[in-house]
């Protein structure tokens, strides 16, 4: 039986170590860290998210404001509300809740928040820097599982990793990290031809395809280290990932949780990322 990668655990414990930094920089009166988040429209995802960076930012102890704006909110106002957080020296991390709706540039929009206050780490001046090896900010999703790996232990040196999925914020960017821990990467995707032999010799696998449950254990060896990227609602109302966790437990070495694995991970480097910011001011 594999070993749950617990991602909670390790995030309270983080959450833990900022909260009490956070509560040293009150005691000496200093200026504590602020986050906005700005939501907008009523995606059920979305609202969950927001509601747990804030119950996370509370736990900490900084001030976490949240934006929320409705559906009909034109581009050219959404532009005009980053300006303004963007001025504001008393906000360390700027956040816009994707998906957008659909009248609204994603691109334009990302490439509208202050770079240095990008604790999402989208940007694209943050995404370059990550790609010429030199990561300021980084996508909290990848960065959150190598932590967690990191805190297993698991080696990634000289390993063969693949990952399935070539998204912006999981796929690409957890491909570049993984490569700058010296391990040998393939990123696979909808249009891989023989997707099973490739996965098969993989040492460590990352699912993150928005597939309930797609991951069977005869897509990996014995032993293989899984990382569950996916959350998915399943037809009896369970959250499930994109990885058949009882099927695929049993065969591997290390596994994580949905929920319990990565969630809590992503959520817990975007409070470190926001708390960086206010420790470099």
């Known amino acids: 039986m594999g070993k749950k990668l ?41 609202q969950v998210y927001v509601r747990n960076k804030e119950t996370a930012a509370k736990k900490i102890g900084f001030h976490s404001q949240v934006d929320r704006l409705p559906e009909t909110t034109s581009e050219d106002e959404l532009l005009k509300r980053i300006t303004q957080y963007n001025e504001d020296q008393q906000i360390d991390g700027i956040l816009v809740q994707l998906p957008l709706p659909k009248h609204i540039d994603e691109e334009r929009i990302l490439l509208a928040i202050d770079a240095s206050k990008d604790v999402d780490g989208f940007h694209p001046l943050n995404m370059g820097k990550l790609f010429i090896g030199q990561p300021d900010k980084l996508p909290c999703t990848p960065y959150g599982i190598m932590e967690l790996l990191r805190a297993n232990d698991i080696e990634l040196a000289g390993k063969n990793a693949v990952i399935i999925g070539r998204s912006n914020i999981v796929g690409k960017p957890m491909a570049q ?21 490739i996965t098969q010799n993989a040492d460590i696998i990352v699912v993150a395809i928005g597939q309930a449950e797609f991951l069977t254990a005869d897509y990996i060896k014995e032993g293989a280290v899984v990382i569950d990227v996916g959350m998915n609602r399943h037809e009896n109302g369970h959250l499930v990932g994109d990885v058949n966790f009882e099927n695929v437990s049993p065969k591997a070495s290390y596994i994580t949780p949905v929920p319990g694995g990565v969630g809590p991970m992503t959520i817990t480097m975007l409070m470190e990322q926001t708390v960086n910011n206010a420790r470099i001011k």
């Open 6 to 46: 617990d991602g909670r655990l390790l995030a309270n414990q983080l959450q833990e170590k900022l909260k009490q930094e956070v509560s040293e920089w009150k005691l000496k009166g200093q200026r504590l860290p602020k986050l906005v988040v700005i939501l907008i429209g009523e995606d059920v995802g979305s």
């Open 177 to 197: 990290l993984l490569l700058m821990a010296d391990a040998t990467v393939t990123i696979t995707h909808s249009r891989t031809k023989n997707l099973k032999e």
